[in-house]
């Protein structure tokens, strides 16, 4: 009778051990599934400006630096106001091997003072930002 209940016992206790050994395992690929999620988020920050000269008079030149990820295409989107009408504007730009790229643009002597927002996109990365002109 003890080795009977002494087999059960270990059955038991391996049972437990197998059960904790699989809720162990899935929690694992949860947590895993969550760092591959946190790692998609972090990649969409990966866009940041690393330079800009985003006040610019009638006649000079703005200036935005990017750093992105390497060898991939931006588009920067924005618009500005001239005197009767609004004027869309989209360019694009390849980063370098580290990353970086530059987007630069004349402002128009009929350009209205104001700021106009922006957008800067690529690589499944969107970064919004503004610029002014100012008199």
């Not at 990017?66 to 989209?90: D, E, H, Q």
């Not at 922006?118 to 970064?127: F, M, N, V």
């Amino acid at each position: 009778m003890r080795i009977k209940i002494k087999v059960v016992c270990i059955l038991l206790l391996s049972m437990c051990m197998m059960g904790y050994n699989h809720t162990t395992e899935a929690v694992t690929i949860v947590n895993e599934s969550n760092m591959t999620h946190l790692l998609s988020v972090k990649s969409q920050s990966n866009l940041t400006i690393i330079n800009s000269v985003a006040a610019v008079k009638r006649g000079g030149t703005g200036v935005i630096t990017i750093k992105g990820t390497p060898n991939t295409l931006y588009s920067i989107k924005t618009s500005y106001k001239l005197i009767n009408k609004t004027v869309s504007v989209i360019q694009w730009r390849t980063t370098d091997g580290t990353g970086v790229t530059t987007f630069n643009w004349i402002v128009s002597m009929r350009t209205m003072s104001g700021t106009y927002d922006a957008t800067i996109s690529g690589g499944g990365d969107i970064l919004k930002t503004n610029h002014k002109v100012i008199p």
